[in-house]
């Protein structure tokens, strides 16, 4: 069987190399031969008529192609604007010094010339795969194929020498074999490689588009080629023509045109998401979805569109920001992110909230826009002249802002259609708007009437004692006694142990919590100190993360300057990277909770050491115990013979190991946590959770037991004092201060 399995790939390429080699013989054009615009149907066809060389017209233009059933799969001159556009009493000559050119009739101008003169061109010949080619007797000196315009056709070999383009845009196949689109030369918006099993380095690489529709990448390393992409049609149906176009808009696809059909199909796309092709919408333009297709619109009605017939040409500002000094403001666009592909996208990065990144942009002179990603990194970018290209979708979490010469003058969302129906329609609408506004702001008045009267009555004003008005308006943290505190939680700490359920329960309701911090929050938060004592439970066990006085948006500029003291959180749950000088991301996050759900499971402190685990700390112990297969020996004993889910519970230390791995970038998002928690994705080994935690442990300069501050436990409380929220959560789950940082799992 096994000759049989590496013969049968051999035999297919061969057999579809096979028309390379065997292109049909072709009708000799000689010399002195001249085509014209004004008589469309003269044309220099292949052998079979399959293709053709002759004008088309497109819009008023007129363009010297070879043509496929009409369609143009090369153009003398390329289709840029301008580039090979000629008049209507223009001319295709092939001169008999052997140079073709294309020349406007009016003005004798040359528009387009293939520089052929003096090299023996003796005829030429256009093949049926669509090869239009100038000979000396049969020695081929220019062809089509060598010199392609958007377009690349069966048999046709595309190297790293050739081009594709098409007006901004244009495809290249670089050495390494890569893939890649760029828009005016510059900015690399789409850039495609082999998988990541291919290792050799490629010597002379090139692309061919094989007629059953798959893209393959040739070399001589390679045994066989490698497929890049496969049309959705691949191998379907015999009488299929196929092809790959570099559109005007960007996109790089394979169509097919099946036989007798009067249009092709498109049937794969390079970039499947149109919007993110930089510059597709013009300068300033915002592209966006309607039901089914991209559509360009301005940012806002303080620019207007440079061409009103054609919205992919982009926005102009009404008024320059030059010519408005001072009175400058941020336009802000939800939902909204100015793309940023390289090679700009190392030197205008900022890690800032999101007004901060609008603020940044204001205030320097150069910048025009700015987005802030909210994806959970913080990261800001600022747009300098002279381009900008934006997207706008609901799906986007980022927020963008544009400068502009005040007043910002949004685009009118949902009124647009109102004020197109009718006027009337419209004045409904702001008079029931108005209505409920009143009754609103009536009812907010009344109610806060009634608690400002009734604040200290037992009944309505639990939370109340110092929950001054002016405090919670002024956006200090809010005090709270503890005796509110004992009432709104209703003291739970009597901490019997929680079954496995439970504890399950709370595991999935904590990730669940921080995954929203961290990629569903509007501002991607880090909170900085998950911990035992952070997660409160309301009656039935639902977990909520709080304690955010330590959460920040971390400035990854900081960590520089980060001192020991500056550290944050708490020992025993902080990553490793709070002590070495790697940025705090959100994946310390995910550190602590691995430590947390360790905890969990195991009832046990992830830092003790003891006899018992070997003098090792806790987390190194029941990895090693984990790896020998003695599940039971790390989990709680207090879970007794109860009967608990076993692979819920595997599933769980697997993912803690995997949450506490030393290098942030292994460690999973909290995302991933979720969904390897409710079984949803296979959870792979995890390796062990070695270096830093045993270093921490070892008692270098590194141990983190050493800083004292990060223990601290909260203070003791008393039922006359108050304090601050974030010290609350210690009570709640382990009331007593000594043990302020144990929590009801573990004893
Ligand atoms: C092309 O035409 C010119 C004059 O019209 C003539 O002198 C020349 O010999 C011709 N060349 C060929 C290859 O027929
Ligand atoms: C040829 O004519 C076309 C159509 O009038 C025009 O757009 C183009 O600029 C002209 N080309 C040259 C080289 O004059
Ligand atoms: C054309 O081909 C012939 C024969 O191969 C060769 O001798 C001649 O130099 C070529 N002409 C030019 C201009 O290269
Ligand atoms: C013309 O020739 C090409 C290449 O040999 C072949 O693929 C195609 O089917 C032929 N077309 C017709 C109409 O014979
Ligand atoms: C197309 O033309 C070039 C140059 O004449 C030649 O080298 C190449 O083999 C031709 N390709 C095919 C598929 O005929
Ligand atoms: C494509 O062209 C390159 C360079 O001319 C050559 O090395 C390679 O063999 C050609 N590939 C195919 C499949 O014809
Ligand atoms: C394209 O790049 C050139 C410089 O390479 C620049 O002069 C030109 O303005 C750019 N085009 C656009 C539309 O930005
Ligand atoms: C090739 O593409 C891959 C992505 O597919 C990318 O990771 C890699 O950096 C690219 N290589 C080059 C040389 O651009
Ligand atoms: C990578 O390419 C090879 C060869 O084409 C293929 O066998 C393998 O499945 C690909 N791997 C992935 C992850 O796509
Ligand atoms: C590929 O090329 C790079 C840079 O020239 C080199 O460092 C690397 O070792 C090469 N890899 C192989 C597998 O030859
Ligand atoms: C393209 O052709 C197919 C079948 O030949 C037809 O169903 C379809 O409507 C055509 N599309 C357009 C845009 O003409
Ligand atoms: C979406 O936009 C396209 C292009 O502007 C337009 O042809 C189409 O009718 C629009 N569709 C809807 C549902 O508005």
């Not at 769980?652 to 079984?679: D, Y």
Request: charged letters at 15%; proline letters at 6%; glycine letters at 8%.
């Amino acid at each position: 069987m096994k000759p049989k399995s590496t013969l049968f790939p051999g035999l297919l390429f061969s057999s579809l190399l096979l028309p390379i080699f065997a292109s049909a013989a072709a009708h000799n054009i000689l010399p002195n031969s001249t085509l014209y615009a004004s008589t469309p149907t003269q044309t220099w066809t292949s052998p079979n008529t399959t293709f053709s060389l002759g004008f088309i017209t497109v819009g008023s233009a007129h363009y010297a192609a070879v043509t496929y059933n009409g369609f143009p799969v090369w153009t003398a001159g390329g289709t840029d604007s301008g580039g090979g556009a000629a008049d209507s009493s223009a001319s295709l000559q092939f001169l008999s010094d052997g140079n073709l050119r294309l020349v406007n009739g009016s003005s004798g101008a040359v528009v387009w010339q293939s520089d052929t003169a003096g090299r023996g061109v003796s005829s030429a010949a256009l093949d049926d795969s669509g090869n239009f080619t100038l000979l000396n007797g049969s020695v081929p000196i220019w062809s089509t194929f060598e010199n392609p315009t958007d377009t690349i056709l069966p048999t046709q070999n595309f190297t790293t020498d050739n081009v594709l383009a098409s007006g901004l845009y244009s495809f290249h196949l670089l050495p390494s074999g890569n893939l890649t689109l760029k828009w005016n030369n510059s900015i690399l918006y789409w850039n495609s490689g082999l998988n990541s099993s291919f290792t050799t380095n490629l010597t002379s690489p090139s692309l061919g588009i094989q007629s059953i529709g798959i893209l393959s990448l040739f070399d001589p390393s390679l045994s066989s080629p490698a497929v890049l992409a496969y049309s959705s049609d691949y191998a379907e149906g015999n009488d299929v023509f196929r092809f790959l176009k570099l559109d005007s808009d960007g996109n790089l696809r394979i169509y097919s045109y099946a036989q007798g059909s009067q249009n092709s199909t498109e049937r794969w796309a390079a970039v499947a998401d149109q919007c993110l092709v930089f510059g597709y919408c013009g300068n300033f333009g915002i592209c966006s979805y309607n039901e089914t297709s991209p559509i360009c619109e301005c940012p806002s009605r303080n620019f207007e569109p440079i061409d009103p017939k054609d919205s992919r040409q982009g926005c102009k500002r009404k008024v320059e920001i030059a010519d408005c000094p001072g009175s400058g403001t941020m336009l802000q666009l939800d939902h909204a992110k100015f793309l940023t592909y390289p090679p700009e996208v190392a030197s205008q990065v900022f890690f800032v909230g999101i007004s901060a990144c609008g603020l940044n942009c204001l205030v320097s002179g150069s910048c025009i826009a700015s987005t802030s990603l909210s994806d959970g990194t913080g990261l800001c970018y600022l747009k300098l002249p002279d381009f900008v290209s934006g997207y706008q979708s609901p799906a986007l979490p980022s927020t963008s802002f544009v400068k502009v010469c005040g007043p910002a003058l949004e685009n009118p969302p949902l009124l647009a259609g109102i004020t197109k129906g009718n006027s009337r329609s419209l004045q409904a609408w702001i008079i029931v708007v108005a209505v409920i506004a009143t009754i609103s702001v009536l009812v907010m008045f009344g109610g806060g009437l009634l608690w400002w009267c009734c604040r200290n009555s037992p009944r309505l004003g639990a939370l109340s004692a110092q929950y001054a008005l002016i405090e919670y308006a002024s956006g200090a943290p809010v005090q709270f006694s503890f005796k509110d505190l004992q009432r709104a939680t209703k003291d739970k700490q009597s901490g019997q142990s929680f079954s496995w359920e439970c504890r399950f329960k709370i595991a999935l309701g904590t990730a669940k919590g921080i995954t929203y911090l961290h990629e569903e929050c509007r501002d991607c938060i880090v909170h900085c100190d998950i911990k035992p004592e952070n997660i409160l439970l309301d009656e039935t066990y639902n977990a909520k993360v709080s304690d955010f006085g330590l959460a920040k948006l971390v400035n990854p500029k900081d960590h520089r300057e980060r001192t020991l003291t500056s550290v944050r959180g708490t020992r025993g749950y902080l990553a490793p990277e709070w002590l070495s000088n790697l940025p705090i991301t959100s994946k310390s996050d995910i550190y602590s909770y691995g430590m947390v759900l360790l905890e969990l499971v195991s009832g046990r402190r992830n830092f003790e050491v003891s006899a018992e685990t070997n003098h090792k700390k806790f987390s190194i112990w029941a990895y090693d115990e984990f790896e020998r297969g003695n599940v039971k020996g790390i989990v709680d004993e207090r879970l007794g013979d109860c009967e608990f889910d076993m692979e819920q519970v595997i599933r769980a230390i697997q993912v803690s190991f995997w949450c506490i791995q030393e290098q942030p970038s292994q460690r999973p998002t909290m995302g991933k946590v979720v969904q390897m928690l409710e079984g949803i994705t296979e959870i792979e080994k995890p390796p062990p959770p070695k270096a830093a935690i045993e270093g921490s442990s070892s008692g270098t300069s590194m141990d983190i037991s050493a800083f004292s501050n990060f223990a601290a436990p909260a203070p003791a409380p008393s039922s006359s004092s108050s304090f601050r929220t974030r010290e609350i959560s210690s009570f709640v789950l382990g009331r007593n201060a000594e043990r302020a940082t144990s929590v009801s799992f573990t004893t």
